[in-house]
């Protein structure tokens, strides 16, 4: 990782409890949060799991840099982005989303899924898809969608289940792309979030 600097991807943790953010003209502050290994980061989960007016800002957003290119549903996971996939499926006229599930339920008749490791949750993770879901990505053209994409693995995961399932993914989007790791090559995001690290910190 390279040294903190002021205003780059990776900053200094030095005690701070925010940070703000703007976002089509609506300004929020996001609580900064630890993850471990002396790593914090801007949380938006209060936003994005509850903001009305944020959740819809985004998806109009995302939504006018997605025309261009045509797809036939959004593939998130679960569960923050929920919300958001919800809100630019409406704007976009697409008459279903799909959901990565965390776990098997019991009412699944036949499931697809692949491990997936994520920055915000402890040890590995598994993301399903359940066969009738599967089924209707078959053959057609996904866009992957997350509220922040960081290190890309939850990213990696959907874009891996899309194609076991049949599907050829199309687009990639994010509200924010967070910290060093991704390229912004190919990925259609809003805006951009550092981490924090008690590097150089002192």
Same mark, same amino acid.
């Given at each position: $990782?390279?040294?903190?600097?002021?205003?780059?991807?990776?900053?200094?943790?030095?005690?701070?409890?925010?940070?703000?953010?703007?976002?089509?003209?609506?300004?929020?502050?996001?609580?900064?949060?630890? $993850?471990?290994?002396?790593?914090?980061?801007?949380?938006?989960?209060?936003?994005?799991?509850?903001? &009305?007016? #944020?959740?819809?800002?985004?998806?109009? $957003?995302?939504?006018?840099?997605?025309?261009?290119?045509?797809?036939?549903?959004?593939?998130?996971?679960?569960?923050?982005?929920?919300?958001?996939? #919800?809100?630019?499926?409406?704007?976009?006229?697409?008459?279903?989303?799909?959901?990565?599930?965390?776990?098997?339920?019991?009412? $699944?008749?036949? #499931?697809?899924?692949?491990?997936?490791?994520?920055? &915000?949750?402890?040890?590995?993770?598994?993301?399903?898809?359940?066969?009738?879901?599967?089924?209707?990505?078959?053959?057609?053209?996904?866009?992957?969608?997350?509220?922040?994409?960081?290190?890309?693995?939850?990213?990696?995961?959907?874009?891996?289940?899309?194609?076991?399932?049949?599907?050829?993914?199309?687009?990639?989007?994010?509200?924010?792309?967070?910290?060093?790791?991704?390229?912004?090559?190919?990925?259609?995001?809003?805006?951009?979030?550092?981490?924090?690290?008690?590097?150089?910190?002192?």
């Amino acid at each position: $990782m390279s040294h903190p600097t002021p205003h780059g991807p990776v900053r200094p943790y030095r005690g701070q409890k925010h940070f703000d953010v703007s976002i089509g003209g609506l300004r929020r502050r996001l609580a900064i949060v630890k $993850m471990g290994g002396g790593v914090w980061i801007a949380s938006d989960a209060d936003l994005i799991l509850g903001d &009305t007016l #944020f959740i819809q800002r985004s998806a109009e $957003m995302l939504a006018g840099r997605l025309r261009r290119r045509p797809f036939d549903m959004v593939l998130t996971a679960e569960a923050k982005s929920i919300p958001l996939a #919800f809100a630019l499926s409406s704007l976009l006229g697409k008459e279903r989303f799909l959901v990565a599930r965390k776990s098997v339920k019991k009412y $699944m008749e036949g #499931f697809v899924e692949v491990p997936v490791r994520s920055i &915000t949750t402890r040890g590995g993770q598994r993301l399903v898809l359940p066969a009738n879901d599967a089924r209707l990505v078959s053959g057609k053209r996904v866009c992957i969608l997350d509220d922040v994409v960081s290190t890309g693995g939850t990213f990696d995961a959907l874009s891996r289940l899309a194609v076991k399932a049949g599907g050829r993914v199309v687009a990639k989007c994010a509200i924010w792309k967070e910290g060093p790791w991704y390229p912004s090559r190919g990925l259609i995001h809003i805006g951009t979030l550092p981490i924090f690290t008690e590097a150089d910190a002192r």
